[in-house]
Structures are given as C-alpha cells and as structure tokens.
C-alpha cells in the first residue's frame, strides 16, 4: 500500500481552472487520476508512466494536464476551462496491479488511493 495525500479541490465557475496534488509517501511507480460521481463507476481521467508516458481520458484531453515532481514524491492534475461534467471526487491511485502502466488506465487495478478531493464546477 502506498501512502497518498490529495489536496486541492474546490468549487469553480465554468472555465476555471484547479490544481490538484497527489503527495506519495516514499513510492516512484505509475500513479493517476481517477474521479467519481455518486451512485456511478469511478471513472479514469489520466495517468502517468514511469518512462514518462501520459494518457488522458478523452473527454479531458487538451483541458487537463498530469505533470510529476519526483524530488518531492508529488503528482499533479492542471485543470483547466473546467465544465460542470467534470464536477466529482478526485482521486489519486497509484500502485498499478502487477507494477504494469497500461493497467492504470482501469480504475479497478489500482491498489492504493487517495482520500480524495471534491470539484465542483456550477454553471
């Protein structure tokens, strides 16, 4: 397991932006963004590879930006012209199954998250 601290949500107006940050305790292997809505899936948004390796989610792409500080262990997610689809908890995970990339592109193989952080975007 691996220790994840989000921090960073809030409530924004349609086309602002946000910062989410992803502190993980001592770990340097795959980590993503993941977000959910009440009574619905968790929903993949992004993750990073270790090579470097970005994927987005389609619906975010060209909004949203996954970038990664490795000297302080933090993950970020740059947020911006949010639009209210987008309001949901966010989630970091980390620890894909089997220590394979491609996998956090799934939010069921990932073994450890984040306590999450609420967006919410009002119109």
């Known amino acids: 397991q691996v220790n994840l601290a989000e921090s960073g949500g809030g409530s924004v107006q349609t086309g602002g932006s946000l910062t989410l940050t992803c502190v993980a305790s001592g770990y340097s292997g795959c980590m993503g963004w993941v977000r959910q809505v009440p009574e619905k899936e968790r929903e993949y948004v992004a993750h990073?590879?270790?090579?470097?390796?970005?994927r987005y989610t389609d619906s975010v792409k060209g909004r949203f930006t996954v970038s990664r500080d490795h000297d302080k262990n933090t993950l970020y997610l740059q947020m911006n012209s949010l639009i209210p689809n987008d309001t949901a908890k966010y989630y970091c995970?980390?620890?894909?199954?089997?220590?394979?990339?491609?996998?956090?592109?799934?939010?069921?193989?990932?073994?450890?998250w984040g306590q999450g952080t609420q967006v919410t975007v009002s119109s």
């Open positions: 995970a980390a620890d894909c199954s089997g220590g394979y990339c491609y996998k956090c592109a799934i939010p069921w193989y990932y073994n450890s």
């Open positions: 990073m590879a270790t090579n470097g390796d970005i």
